[in-house]
């Protein structure tokens, strides 16, 4: 069996933005904040946190914004960092390159 068949299966675009939208909503919630104060805090318009959390449409710099009121930011430090190594060959040509 190869790696291949072991990955998840490789989402839409669409689809791992709504999921991003649906854990926003869900921090929102439970630090009790509602769209208009997110909104407020934020510095975002009401009307494109509405459109972030029914499509998962939003600029990155609005991302951020929101990130920051419900204090998670640095989560977004992660992404593309280096990658996980897939195999121990990956490894071993990392350490050659280094040395």
């Known amino acids: 069996m190869s790696n291949i068949t072991l990955l ?21 919630r439970k630090l009790g904040i509602n769209q208009k104060e997110l909104a407020s805090l934020s510095g975002v318009s009401l009307g494109s946190i509405r459109r972030f959390e029914q499509t998962g449409s939003i600029s990155l710099e609005s991302l951020v914004r929101l990130a920051r009121v419900l204090e998670c930011e640095d989560e ?4 593309f960092s280096k990658p996980a190594y897939r195999s121990i060959e ?3 040509n990392e350490q050659k390159k280094n040395s």
């Open 8 to 28: 998840e299966p490789i989402k839409s675009p669409a689809g791992v933005t709504r999921e991003i939208a649906q854990r926003e909503k869900t921090r929102r």
């Open 76 to 79: 977004l430090s992660t992404i």
């Open 90 to 92: 990956e490894v071993i």
